[in-house]
């Protein structure tokens, strides 16, 4: 049957009201603007800029949240929450590789759908 689905589109079928073409819209959108926020995440992490990673982790939540990227839910509220607070900031880098790397295996299967 292939590998499970990292992603659940339900939430945004129901918005979309059967119109196909909004949630491919949405997907596309999803698959072109994560892929920069990552890179502000990790560049933010690089330069210990906790308000870029809290930034960048902020705008990218209710995306992953729309996809439905249930593995990543509370990954991605631990690296805003610590950014924001400034607390377990040495957690934040192997909070980043999860984000990044579930992201990149729905970003793949998202593209294949």
């Not at 072109?32 to 210990?48: K, S, V």
């Not at 593995?71 to 980043?96: C, F, G, H, S, W």
Request: glycine residues 4%; charged residues 25%; aromatic residues 8%.
């Amino acid at each position: 049957m292939g590998e499970e689905k990292l992603y659940n589109l339900n939430q945004l079928e129901a918005i979309a009201s059967g119109n196909e073409d909004f949630v491919r819209k949405m997907v596309n959108l999803f698959l072109e603007m994560t892929p920069a926020l990552l890179e502000r995440i990790a560049a933010g992490i690089q330069l210990q800029d906790w308000t870029e990673v809290k930034s960048a982790v902020h705008k990218m939540k209710p995306s992953v949240d729309m996809m439905g990227v249930t593995d990543l839910y509370q990954v991605i509220r631990d690296i805003e929450n610590n950014a924001k607070t400034y607390t377990n900031l040495e957690q934040i880098p192997e909070l980043y590789f999860t984000l990044s790397d579930t992201l990149e295996q729905v970003f793949e299967q998202l593209r294949n759908r």
